[in-house]
């Protein structure tokens, strides 16, 4: 009979760890915390404007339905993606599109 190991790991560890070597598993999470994170970065009065945020090679498109928050939005360009890439926990935003 095999000797058991009592080497224990929390469930959040295999999972970021099984996560980090399946790179696709690893890029829908990050699809699904970046619509999370600018919802919860601008608050839901912008979040109610927005149609679509997706992250394409290291660019953020956010698709907007009201053109006069679109143009308050591109004076801050910077400060988003300084708050998300914060709350992503790496550098993935490099850029941002509005749409």
């Known amino acids: 009979m095999a000797k058991r190991e009592n080497d224990s790991f929390s469930i959040k560890d295999l999972m970021g760890s099984f996560i980090q070597e399946n790179n696709n598993l690893k890029k829908g999470f990050q699809k699904i915390h970046i619509d999370e994170a600018w ?9 109610s404007y927005t149609s ?19 143009e308050e939005l591109s004076y801050g360009k910077d400060k ?6 914060e709350e992503m926990g790496e550098e993935l935003v490099k850029k941002i599109m509005l749409v």
């Open 39 to 47: 919802e919860k970065l601008m608050g839901t009065g912008v979040a």
């Open 52 to 70: 679509e945020v997706k992250l394409q090679n290291g660019t953020l498109i956010v698709r907007l339905s009201s053109s006069v928050l679109r």
């Open 80 to 85: 988003i993606i300084r708050m998300i890439n």
